[in-house]
């Protein structure tokens, strides 16, 4: 079988036209960031911001068109919108100190809560797996969002494969598992293909992600945020009213430096913090039951003291945690009796009263995009 190359993709591509200029998409420059790799495609097509909406057709038929290539197994196509408006007062960026019009709810969504870290390797993602089973646990409609796209996790520790089908074929209907639904760029791309995408087709397949997937009626989306604070943070502010954030970090200073990045990065676009979680706490040894503080121990309760947010609590280092979480059964719903487990459903309970009070407080009002 012919592999598709680079010449063969654009040579298919060149027949689809842009119809608002009628030129085609290769000729016109629209196609960029084409990667291709053991038969999978992923590239994004650039359009106008104010054409945005009516691009999604054009968007479909690039990704059909490539699809039905001999020997393409998978194709991935995003819309970005990195070419400004040809007036400036179109443009999709917001003004400073103004908000962002462009911000729309998900419909049938309640509440948004995102998971984040100023810094990777703290446990981010695993937290938010437990957060949102636990939450489901207490009788919330849950769904999962893995908004991490270049390092996708949630296939693995929710024990998923396969693709999402689409029931009406516009949106793509959410993997399920352990009474959540789930989205993530996991499902859509192989486990060892890379994304070499830049910020905005980024920006744009967590768009899509959101939009384009059929939720239903949710009490809870639970967004697994990808550490730092870059394009994904930035996107979320702007596009959808995020009820509040979780910031999850390890004791010792340095993390402690990063989650207050993270923390005042939500504040500084009108994200209420939900509050903090110190993971890996302490080392709790299976042999004996001792407690080892291997990372220092309170820096996080401290830390929320210090800056004004709930501490919502501890979670230790157990060997259960990782085998569990590699496994793909989390461990809430595999080992509920270990001290792990009653953490993190102790958290979603507090998570869960966090939101309440946001979503009932008078004086908050819809978040804002500031661009200082």
């Given at each position: 079988?012919?592999?598709?190359?680079?010449?063969?993709i654009?040579?298919?591509?060149?027949?689809?036209l842009?119809?608002?200029?009628?030129?085609?998409?290769?000729?016109?420059g629209?196609?960029?960031?084409?990667q291709?790799?053991?038969?999978?495609?992923?590239?994004a097509i650039?359009?106008?911001?104010?054409?945005?909406?009516?691009?999604?057709?054009l968007?479909?038929e690039?990704?059909t068109?490539?699809?039905n290539?001999?020997?393409?197994?998978?194709?991935t196509?995003?819309?970005?919108?990195?070419?400004q408006a040809?007036?400036?007062?179109?443009?999709?960026?917001?003004s400073?100190?103004?908000?962002?019009e462009?911000?729309?709810?998900?419909?049938?969504?309640?509440?948004?809560v995102?998971v984040?870290?100023?810094?990777?390797?703290?446990g981010?993602?695993?937290?938010?797996v437990?957060?949102?089973?636990?939450?489901?646990?207490?009788?919330?409609?849950?769904?999962?969002?893995?908004?991490?796209?270049?390092g996708?996790s949630?296939?693995?520790?929710?024990?998923?494969?396969?693709?999402?089908?689409?029931?009406?074929?516009?949106?793509?209907?959410?993997?399920?598992?352990?009474g959540?639904?789930?989205?993530?760029?996991?499902?859509?791309?192989?486990?060892?293909?890379?994304?070499?995408?830049?910020?905005?087709?980024?920006q744009?397949?967590?768009?899509?992600?959101?939009?384009?997937?059929?939720?239903?009626?949710?009490?809870v989306?639970?967004?697994?945020m990808p550490?730092?604070t870059?394009?994904?943070?930035?996107?979320?502010?702007?596009?959808?009213p995020?009820?509040?954030?979780?910031?999850?970090?390890?004791?010792?200073?340095?993390?402690?430096?990063?989650?207050?990045?993270?923390?005042?990065?939500?504040?500084?676009v009108?994200?209420?913090?939900?509050?903090?979680?110190?993971?890996m706490?302490?080392?709790?040894?299976?042999?004996?039951?001792?407690k080892?503080?291997?990372?220092?121990?309170?820096?996080?309760?401290?830390?929320a003291?210090?800056?004004?947010?709930?501490?919502l609590?501890?979670?230790?280092?157990?060997?259960?945690?990782?085998?569990?979480?590699?496994?793909?059964?989390?461990?809430?719903?595999?080992?509920?009796?270990?001290?792990?487990?009653?953490?993190?459903?102790?958290?979603?309970?507090?998570?869960?009263e966090?939101?309440?009070?946001?979503?009932?407080?008078?004086?908050?009002?819809?978040?804002?995009?500031?661009?200082?």
């Amino acid at each position: 079988m012919t592999m598709p190359n680079k010449e063969i993709i654009e040579q298919n591509l060149a027949k689809i036209l842009d119809p608002t200029t009628g030129k085609d998409i290769i000729s016109a420059g629209m196609v960029t960031g084409l990667q291709i790799k053991d038969g999978h495609v992923a590239f994004a097509i650039e359009v106008n911001p104010k054409d945005g909406a009516k691009m999604e057709p054009l968007r479909k038929e690039a990704e059909t068109l490539i699809q039905n290539l001999p020997g393409v197994i998978s194709t991935t196509v995003v819309l970005t919108a990195e070419k400004q408006a040809e007036n400036p007062q179109n443009s999709a960026q917001p003004s400073r100190g103004e908000p962002n019009e462009n911000k729309g709810s998900l419909p049938g969504v309640s509440s948004i809560v995102a998971v984040a870290s100023g810094k990777g390797g703290v446990g981010k993602s695993t937290t938010a797996v437990n957060l949102a089973v636990s939450l489901s646990t207490l009788g919330l409609k849950t769904g999962l969002l893995d908004a991490d796209i270049y390092g996708p996790s949630m296939p693995r520790m929710l024990g998923i494969t396969g693709k999402p089908s689409s029931t009406d074929g516009k949106t793509l209907d959410p993997m399920e598992n352990f009474g959540i639904k789930v989205m993530s760029m996991g499902f859509l791309v192989e486990d060892d293909t890379p994304m070499i995408w830049r910020g905005p087709m980024v920006q744009s397949a967590l768009e899509q992600m959101m939009r384009d997937v059929n939720w239903g009626e949710l009490d809870v989306l639970v967004v697994d945020m990808p550490p730092g604070t870059g394009d994904v943070q930035l996107t979320m502010a702007q596009r959808v009213p995020v009820t509040g954030a979780v910031i999850v970090s390890t004791p010792q200073d340095i993390a402690l430096l990063d989650a207050r990045k993270g923390l005042n990065m939500f504040r500084k676009v009108d994200i209420p913090v939900l509050g903090i979680i110190e993971n890996m706490s302490y080392f709790l040894c299976p042999d004996n039951g001792k407690k080892y503080d291997i990372f220092g121990h309170g820096g996080a309760k401290r830390e929320a003291e210090r800056l004004g947010v709930k501490f919502l609590g501890e979670v230790p280092i157990e060997i259960d945690v990782r085998k569990t979480s590699d496994e793909g059964h989390p461990i809430v719903i595999s080992m509920p009796d270990t001290v792990s487990a009653q953490a993190y459903n102790e958290i979603a309970i507090r998570v869960k009263e966090a939101t309440e009070t946001v979503q009932s407080s008078s004086s908050v009002t819809p978040p804002k995009i500031v661009i200082q």
